[in-house]
């Protein structure tokens, strides 16, 4: 009987025609509207039980093609998308930097162009430059995803958290959202910004004020210099990683005065309500912006997050490439 309802499963899912975004591609949550949201955030629930299953396959994009073209480093993003594909039994192969034509000197466009002629059904694309995926998705017909670009937007990792909050807490409007940390220089706190004011939620910014973002005024959200006196009224904390790699340094004093002022250790989440959800994106840097135990604490949604992101990426890749109405 098992057997049967899965197969009865697997064959709705394979065959039910797809409620349409908007666009071809996804490149931002900045693009999205309030109705696009919910389509993806409502698909990926549906898609969610599959990675339950002893056997985690649907046939939906079966013979289907994803490229995954990462320029930069990633663990959770890079295999959330080929674990994706694959439970859609779509093909996924994977291409980084060093492997490409691009270290003998080949333009990115060149690339992209050279990888569509071989006919595959979506690129998914991470840059370090802000803009590439919109680059790309001008001159291809293929979807484009935006796997992060620079410090632009990281807009799968946004959808994937509000997918976490709304099904912990059942409802985004009306939610008061706390995203701490080098807000300045992340492409996550942009996305969630963004997602977060545009369904209903009440978004505050905290941080060092060197990390503060010049636009703050005009994105509908709230800036404090203290994480402390934000977290009794907080239904949700996002703490951000500090981002090294795109500073140039000369933000703080030390490592060590960040988490005293901006870090989120037990002491501090005394005062939190009791049921307020405590996020990151990872990596985590653990002892600086958050301590050990609160990120395995009882509190925490982190590796749900992560669990999470797999059906984010599910339902994009079928909005995106397989459902035909």
Request: aromatic fraction near 4%.
């Amino acid at each position: 009987m098992a057997d049967e309802k899965s197969r009865g499963s697997d064959q709705e899912l394979a065959e039910r025609p797809a409620r349409r975004l908007a666009g071809k591609d996804l490149l931002g949550i900045q693009g999205l509207s309030v109705s696009d949201i919910e389509i993806i955030l409502d698909t990926a629930e549906s898609f969610k039980e599959v990675s339950t299953r002893e056997i985690k396959k649907v046939p939906t994009l079966r013979g289907k093609t994803i490229i995954n073209f990462f320029f930069e480093a990633s663990t959770r993003t890079r295999t959330s998308f080929e674990i994706a594909a694959k439970r859609l039994s779509a093909d996924a192969v994977n291409i980084s930097t060093s492997g490409s034509s691009l270290v003998k000197g080949e333009t990115l466009i060149d690339t992209a162009k050279n990888l569509e002629a071989m006919n595959p059904d979506c690129i998914v694309l991470r840059h370090s430059a802000a803009g590439a995926p919109h680059l790309l998705a001008r001159l291809m017909r293929v979807p484009v995803i935006n796997a992060g670009d620079g410090a632009n937007e990281h807009p799968t990792q946004a959808l994937l958290d509000m997918f976490t909050v709304r099904e912990k807490k059942g409802k985004l409007a009306g939610l008061k959202v706390a995203i701490a940390g080098d807000v300045l220089h992340s492409r996550v706190a942009r996305s969630n910004i963004y997602g977060f004011t545009k369904v209903g939620a009440e978004v505050h910014l905290t941080g060092p004020p060197t990390m503060k973002p010049p636009e703050v005024e005009g994105l509908g959200v709230q800036w404090h210099n203290s994480l402390r006196e934000l977290i009794p009224e907080m239904d949700v904390i996002m703490m951000l990683r500090i981002q090294l790699e795109r500073q140039g340094g000369g933000f703080f004093p030390t490592l060590r005065e960040y988490s005293r002022f901006f870090g989120l250790n037990l002491e501090a989440l005394k005062k939190a309500k009791p049921d307020v959800l405590i996020m990151h994106p990872g990596p985590m840097n653990r002892g600086v912006e958050i301590s050990p135990e609160v990120a395995d604490g009882p509190y925490s949604v982190i590796l749900e997050q992560v669990t999470n992101g797999v059906a984010v990426r599910m339902a994009l890749l079928y909005l995106l490439v397989g459902g035909v109405e």
